[in-house]
């Protein structure tokens, strides 16, 4: 349908464009906005209740941490040339 830069949604080319209904590409816009008003209110949300319970996010942020880190940096278990050597 289209694609977005920035705040702009860039119409596809000439050839798949014609083959989208003109109300299709304003649908398409409509939904960008749309998505972009939603995460825009969840992200203040979010920001006004860290302000508000700073201790719960903080631990929240290290627990997030913690699991992050145990699965991107986990040991494998050596292979069983690796243990005969």
């Known amino acids: 349908m289209g694609e977005v830069r920035g705040i702009q949604v860039q119409v596809p080319a000439p050839e798949i464009r014609d083959s989208v209904s003109e109300r299709g590409i304003h649908a398409f816009g409509e939904g960008v906005a749309a998505g972009r008003e939603w995460a825009r209110r969840a992200t203040q949300r979010t920001l006004d209740w860290i302000e ?4 719960q996010a903080l631990l ?8 992050l880190g145990g699965l991107l940096f ?4 050596p292979t069983e040339e690796e243990v005969r050597d």
């Open 74 to 77: 986990r040991r494998r278990a």
């Open 52 to 55: 508000g319970h700073p201790g």
């Open 60 to 67: 929240i942020a290290v627990g997030a941490g913690f699991v």
